[in-house]
């Protein structure tokens, strides 16, 4: 099984960025973790540009999609189209509980076309998006 996870805007700066929401680990000393408690081959994309996003989603040849849209997830109908219309499974992930923050933050244009959501457990939520596929 093959897993791609894709981050978008911002989460490159992980343990960097507003520790206090984020938390002080870098993703690519998570991946490694995550990596090394799973035999799933999981592939990692980073973005700061919804079109690249969007190219990476249209080309992947996986069998499932762990998405975190970082602020794409609440103003990107372009990623929602394209997730709705690729056929795979995509798990949304966020690391902060977004609807316990800021009133622009409660909407997500992802959540009604992915299989499932997985929001609040900070860099934990990609291991719990991850038991889905393993469970699947």
Known sequence: MKILIINGPN?????????????????????????SKTTIDLDYFQSNIEGEIINSLQTSNHDGIIINAGGYTHTSVAIRDCISGINLPVVEVHISNITSREEFRHTSLISPVAIGCVFGFGLKGYELALRYFIAE
Not at 15 to 27: A, C, L, M, T, V
């Open 11 to 35: 989460l490159n700066l992980l343990g960097k960025r507003e520790p206090q929401i984020y938390g002080n680990q870098s993703f690519e000393i998570y991946l490694e973790e995550l990596k």
